[in-house]
């Protein structure tokens, strides 16, 4: 089984920067061969998906709502997933989440990313 362990959230203002990390531990063979994502949910919404990289940075995918203001990476031999996100809006006040491109992965607790006007 994999664990998954988010941080990096905070309260930052509008146009603001964060970084989120997400550490997988446990059964981790397989993590530098899997495809992981970082997904949110905003308070009564459904949770969705916002970026996604596959195992060697070959390809990578971003929701239009955070295209050219997020950046997703990864450390294979950490076995840390990361999440710049600059130019923060309000709008992107929600509780992240990573997981694999599936979604098949225990969730973690998330962490909350609060973004004041």
């Known amino acids: ?8 959230g905070g309260l930052v ?3 603001g920067s964060l970084r989120l990390s997400c550490a ?13 994502g970082w997904f949110r949910q905003a ?15 070959g390809s990578t995918y971003y929701a239009d709502s955070v295209q050219g ?7 294979n031999a950490k076995n840390t997933v ?6 923060l809006k309000p709008e992107d006040t929600a509780v992240y989440y990573c997981n694999d491109a ?6 973690g607790q998330g962490t909350q990313v609060t973004v004041s006007p």
């Open 13 to 15: 203002q509008a146009g």
């Open 43 to 57: 308070p009564g919404k459904d949770r969705e998906l916002v970026a996604r990289i596959s195992w060697n940075w």
């Open 102 to 107: 599936n979604a098949q992965i225990p969730w």
């Open 69 to 75: 203001r997020f950046t997703i990476s990864r450390d």
């Open 1 to 8: 089984q994999v664990q998954l362990v988010e941080s990096g």
């Open 82 to 87: 990361y999440l710049q996100m600059n130019s």
């Open 24 to 36: 997988a531990s446990g059964r981790t063979a397989s993590f530098s061969r899997t495809t992981m």
